[in-house]
């Protein structure tokens, strides 16, 4: 059963009607990094490997469990009961319940959209559904999305979700450790996929009426991006993914690229032999930056909030093997610094995101995972 720890943690007064949840300080005193003074902040533990987390209007979040549960959190508390209706998945390796983003028009028409691994006859595939969330429950669930083809792998699902300013619905699909199928426009997996919110494909992708290529990729050469989000400024998606041996890499999406697995990489096999041809080919994509040796990326989000003023416009990305929050700093698309926070602190984080608080929050993949949350230390008296 799930377990939460109870105080408020709201320090500025001003965004307590943000809905500000419970929470007990997770550190021993303030964590000074190079441009803020933060506190770490427990919210929930007892969380069964989490893997995304969306906010609601009225301060509560979804958090989803790679286990297949859809788990409601309201003033600091974890209902008791997950929320009914979410679709069966494949829950096995890498596979399960996988991320969740909420319709830029949730607020008049609550439609939710889960990403997740969706059973075959012995087989699985990238999913996504979308259904509206009622009391306790999700209604008239519908796939909008599958990738083909399903394959016989629980690796490399991707499977993040984001939506565009514009109302575009972008999906990261993994190469399901298969690299040569990310080279193939026949077929999904390896790509970004980009759809209309009800998961038809907008008329100007770059594939649109291309014989032998998917109308819905939108970018592809992807191996398996685990990250995505949209920069607050240019609106552009930027997404990260798993390199091998090293080569994990950021990017920023355009239509049509081709970003090069597993022809070209920063990385190199498991076994440490070399992977395809080099590091750069022409007609290829660079990553924007890039991991030697891997940090093993996850979630990642822009910070765009008030109580970290240090931080605006910087990019957060958490990491699972070094079990990390890296944060980068931008100039314009070049990243010119890289903080590393937490390290084994709380564990492998696999999501991050800006709540309407400002704070930043934390999912820890774990079967005793944790909700935690980065707040600016409490100033002492003048």
């Known amino acids: 059963m799930a377990t939460t720890i109870g105080r408020c943690g709201a320090l500025l007064g001003a965004l307590a009607a943000a809905g500000c949840g419970g929470g007990t300080a997770a550190a021993d005193g303030p964590i000074e990094s190079e441009q803020a003074t933060f506190e770490l902040v427990t919210v ?7 893997w995304g987390m969306a906010f609601l209007p009225d301060g509560a979040m979804l958090i989803t469990e790679r286990s297949g549960q859809l788990r409601l959190l ?35 028409n609550r439609l939710v959209y889960l990403s ?36 016989r792998s629980s690796k490399h699902f991707g499977s993040r979700l984001v939506f565009d300013p514009d109302g575009f619905l972008y999906v990261t699909a993994g190469e399901r450790g298969q690299g040569a199928r990310a080279q193939d426009l026949a077929q999904h997996p390896g790509s970004v996929l980009r759809l209309n919110d009800d998961g038809s494909v907008p008329d100007d992708n770059p594939f649109v009426g291309q014989a032998g290529a998917l109308p819905e990729i939108y970018a592809w050469g992807h191996r398996n991006p685990q990250g995505m989000a949209v920069h607050p400024e240019t609106g552009a998606v930027w997404t990260q993914e798993h390199g091998p041996r090293g080569g994990d890499e950021v990017n920023i999406e ?21 992977v395809g041809e080099g590091t750069h080919k022409e007609g290829m994509e660079q990553p924007v930056h890039y991991w030697v040796p891997s940090i093993a990326p996850s979630g990642m989000a822009f910070y765009e909030g008030d109580a970290f003023p240090e931080w605006q416009g910087d990019l957060f990305v958490g990491a699972l093997k070094d079990q990390l929050l890296a944060r980068l ?3 314009g698309e070049r990243v010119v610094g890289e903080e590393r926070l937490l390290e084994n602190a709380i564990g492998r984080i696999r999501d991050v995101e800006v709540g309407p608080d400002g ?15 980065l707040e600016p230390a409490a100033r002492g008296p003048a």
Do not use: C, K, M
């Open 44 to 50: 929930a533990t007892g969380l069964d490997h989490p």
């Open 74 to 108: 309201r003033d600091g508390e974890l209902a008791s009961a997950p929320i009914a209706g979410v679709p069966e998945v494949a829950a096995s390796g890498q596979g399960g319940l996988l991320d969740i983003a909420l319709h830029p028009d949730f607020a008049s």
């Open 116 to 151: 997740y691994a969706g059973p075959g006859a012995d087989s699985a595939a990238t999913t996504v559904a979308r259904a509206r969330l009622g009391e306790g429950a999700l209604e008239d669930l519908e796939v909008i999305f599958r990738a083909v083809p399903d394959i």
């Open 254 to 274: 355009r239509p049509g690229a081709n970003y090069g697995w597993l022809v070209i990489t920063h990385g190199i096999d498991y076994s440490g032999a070399p």
């Open 329 to 331: 700093e931008l100039d």
């Open 359 to 373: 704070f930043l929050y934390l999912l820890t993949d774990e079967s005793d995972g944790g909700l935690y949350r």
